[in-house]
């Protein structure tokens, strides 16, 4: 693959690479919707449960994902430059470290969880449904870590297709569990929403557990290695140098959905279903965004290590093009389907009223996404991660909350002034980061190859 990266057409090559991450996302985005679907059969309280803890989580596994693309980064850039021993190496000190931190914070989670559920406004049906569900997810967050930094590291060395195969069985082993431990169905507890997070917990575990022993046995490119696996500075300075922006870029941006949930929540039990379930949905566009965002992650970082700068920019040319047309497209489809997808999952109109709304204005802002998150891969692909941090937060904070009030609350338009915001919020940020970009400071690689290498001594 490394060969295909530096040399190969490059619109194919991102297409190799790009549509195992696009099934892998499009399974995790399962995870939600067959949750999703069978908690639609108890009630909208139960459905609306996930929605309501969902941000909440996802804040915490911001902390995993921002440290997790400095692995793709570190690796690709060590795998582009030849340097197999430094590649494992980064590897190893960064799949330790997301195993450490996982388990502070998965403590932290499930210690504050009543009090995170309260500043998102949780309605008070909803509350004890979603308080065991966050709580039982905060549990199983080292499992969720190990196959970040799984993914990740496979991601630096090119390897898409192995993830998606764990990510495939995971979904499988939810999609069985899910009425076991939701209806107690044989000998299994009625557990409801519940159980469904105890399901989740159980397929990521085993995702986890065989991830771990293929990088263990070094049967996917990469090796952890034994004598690596305690903290060494000079690398986790290295990691921090290039994480510590990316973790802040995804918390602030996780923590400001928290927020956003709030004011989601400020309307009621049918406008978080309907968010909730619309959410799930978008998800399923954001398959092709997350396809073409690793391919340029993987490409950049790769090419950037091995001194190729203009087909680097070439990449990032296309990819970008290619990622808001696709994503064009997929709106557009999205928009004429959008009351028939949200019957699939619930019955009340109420909500498929106010969730084809959400579809329809929020919708047609996923391609300007597409543009702020491929421009922002490239920059992570460099290990360039302050810009795509600053605008993140800015996209989040600076105009998705602040419009979304003041269109909602402040004008008065209601669930309606949310939507508008947040479609806002995508189309700015996408403009903005993308002009960034053409800046060029992305350009330099953040790496410093050892002496034998660079003359090729080294296998």
Same mark, same amino acid.
Not at 228 to 255: E, H, M
Not at 328 to 348: H, K, N, Q
Not at 423 to 434: D, K, P, Q, R
């Given at each position: ?150 993914? $990740? ?41 519940? $159980? ?173 996404? $597409? ?89």
């Amino acid at each position: 693959m490394r060969e295909r990266i530096l040399n190969g057409p490059i619109l194919k090559t991102m297409l190799v690479l790009a549509w195992p991450v696009m099934l892998s996302n499009a399974l995790q985005a399962l995870y939600n919707l067959i949750d999703a679907f069978w908690l639609g059969k108890l009630s909208t309280e139960a459905l609306s449960a996930p929605s309501v803890a969902s941000p909440i989580i996802f804040f915490l596994m911001s902390l995993g994902t921002g440290f997790q693309a400095a692995g793709s980064a570190l690796v690709g850039q060590h795998v582009g430059a030849g340097d197999q021993r430094g590649a494992d190496e980064v590897g190893t000190q960064v799949f330790s470290f997301l195993v450490f931190l996982s388990l502070g914070v998965g403590l932290l989670g499930f210690f504050l969880a009543p009090l995170a559920l309260r500043v998102v406004r949780t309605p008070a049906e909803v509350l004890p449904m979603a308080l065991a569900y966050l709580r039982i997810e905060c549990l199983g967050l080292p499992m969720m870590f190990g196959t970040l930094a799984f993914t $990740g590291l496979l991601l630096g060395v090119g390897d898409t297709r192995t993830p998606m195969y764990l990510m495939g069985t995971s979904v499988l082993a939810n999609a069985m569990l899910d009425p076991f431990f939701i209806f107690g169905w044989g000998p299994f507890p009625e557990l409801g929403v519940a $159980g469904a997070a105890i399901a989740t917990v159980l397929s990521r575990g085993l995702a986890a557990l065989v991830g771990l022993w293929l990088l263990a046995t070094g049967r996917v490119g990469l090796r952890l290695r034994r004598d690596r696996l305690l903290p060494r500075w000079s690398r986790v300075r290295q990691i921090g140098r290039v994480g510590i922006p990316n973790a802040l870029d995804q918390a602030g941006t996780s923590f400001g959905f928290v927020i956003l949930m709030a004011l989601v929540a400020g309307f009621g039990t049918t406008v978080v279903a309907a968010y909730g379930v619309g959410n799930r949905l978008i998800n399923l566009l954001n398959v092709a965004i997350w396809g073409a965002t690793s391919a340029l992650v993987a490409m950049v970082g790769q090419n950037l290590g091995a001194e190729q700068t203009a087909r680097a920019e070439e990449i990032a040319r296309r990819g970008i093009r290619a990622t808001f047309l696709v994503l064009g497209g997929l709106s557009l489809l999205t928009f004429l389907g959008r009351e028939p997808l949200y019957r699939v999952f619930i019955a009340d109109p109420a909500v498929i009223e106010e969730g084809a709304r959400f579809l329809a204005i929020f919708g047609f802002s996923v391609p300007f996404f $597409g543009l702020f998150a491929a421009a922002g891969a490239v920059f992570r692909g460099s290990g360039h991660t302050v810009p795509p941090m600053v605008f993140s937060l800015i996209r989040l904070w600076g105009l998705r909350i602040g419009l979304s009030w003041l269109l909602a609350y402040l004008w008065g338009l209601g669930p309606t002034g949310l939507w508008m915001g947040m479609a806002l919020s995508n189309a700015a940020a996408g403009v903005g980061l993308l002009a960034w970009l053409r800046r060029g400071t992305w350009k330099r690689k953040v790496i410093a190859v050892p002496a034998a290498v660079e003359r090729g001594t080294t296998p």
